[in-house]
């Protein structure tokens, strides 16, 4: 078994090939830039981890590992568009340095990239991979529209929230998991089971990215807390401090909401704290962590086999960057 750490950086070594023809520059060289900027290339190595949980790592598995993170790419290169981020990774976006209507064609050309790798696996696998692989990238550009949806309203359910959450993020961290698991020869029920801590797994890792931007340290999280506040982002905090603050204190957050003015990141966050906004997200954070641990535990393989993906998991939900 392998740590995460060990298939990260083998990943990084057989992603890095030519994915793209060299002519006509104009189209490819922008994807080449863009996955230059590397990232941490979870979801292609959680593939990878699926796949050894019930054999050992299968040519297949890379395959589809690259698949998933060419599609990731795609998703990021048009969320920076919609979003009109200038940066991503410290680099100028692709929009930004080429053009909007390059970087909407670079972003096209990448989803059809990772479509040649999927059509590499062994055919007896490609029906089964291909349906969920398509269903994800479905519900991943669902979750996207319910997140710009949610910019315009007033006010978010925390059902939604999840809901959107699921979709935007969780639903590729399962489907990856499970992609490796169906290489590796998993029945339907174990199928199903990494499948559910993968989306656990991701739901959990959301309120720990939420609870950084808010009350994480700027020297470890690599940038300065708040920007949820400041874009009045509906997070997992925002929305309960709305559904629990009372009288005089959900006054104050409402008009907040409707200024820039200084402090506004400081003083949002002492409402969050009076309202326990903090204490409530860790506790969402370990809900959610310990269900995806309740699933991995009900995999039928050995308790060894586990210990990476319980490793990798504990990291992802208690990182502080």
């Known amino acids: 078994m392998h740590s995460f750490e060990q298939l990260s950086g083998q990943f990084a070594t057989y992603f890095n090939q030519p994915h793209f023809p ?5 189209l490819y060289e ?3 830039y863009f996955l230059q900027m590397g990232g941490k290339r979870v979801r292609p190595v959680l593939c990878l981890m699926g796949n050894e949980l019930f054999e050992d790592i299968s040519p297949n598995a890379w ?16 969320d920076d568009i919609m979003d009109k981020a200038p940066l991503r990774r410290g680099f100028q976006t692709i929009h930004t340095k080429y053009g909007e209507s390059t970087a909407i064609l670079s972003g096209d050309v990448m989803l059809v990239a990772a479509y040649e790798q999927l059509n590499k696996i062994q ?5 089964q991979i291909l349906q969920l692989f398509n269903t994800t990238a479905r519900e991943v550009c669902e979750g996207q529209q319910l997140d710009m949806d949610f910019e315009t309203q007033e006010s978010v359910a925390l059902d939604a929230y999840l809901h959107m959450i699921e979709l935007k993020t969780s639903v590729l961290i ?11 020869g998993a029945g339907e029920r174990n199928q199903q ?6 989306r656990k797994l991701g739901l959990a890792f959301q309120v720990q990215d939420d609870y950084l931007d808010a009350f994480g340290d700027p020297l ?18 925002l929305i309960h401090a709305l559904e629990t603050a009372q009288g005089a204190q959900l006054t104050e957050l409402h008009r907040l909401l409707q200024t820039n003015e200084p402090g506004k990141v400081e003083k949002v966050l002492q409402l969050f704290r009076d309202c ?5 997200a860790l506790q969402l954070k370990n809900k959610f962590l310990d269900e995806a641990f309740a699933h991995l535990e009900d995999i039928a393989v050995l308790a060894r086999r586990k210990e990476p993906l319980k490793e990798l998991a504990h990291f992802l939900v208690q990182r502080e960057y």
């Open 22 to 26: 060299e002519t006509p520059a104009t």
């Open 30 to 32: 922008p994807n080449v």
């Open 63 to 78: 395959n589809v590992a690259n698949a998933v993170e060419l599609f990731h790419n795609f998703t990021l290169i048009h």
């Open 123 to 127: 055919p007896a696998f490609l029906p």
């Open 174 to 184: 399962a489907a990856s998991l499970k992609m490796g698991a169906i290489l590796g």
């Open 193 to 198: 089971l990494i499948y559910e801590f993968g």
């Open 220 to 237: 470890k999280f690599g940038k300065q807390v708040g920007g949820d506040i400041l874009a009045n982002k509906k997070t997992f905090l």
């Open 276 to 280: 326990k906004v903090d204490d409530w």
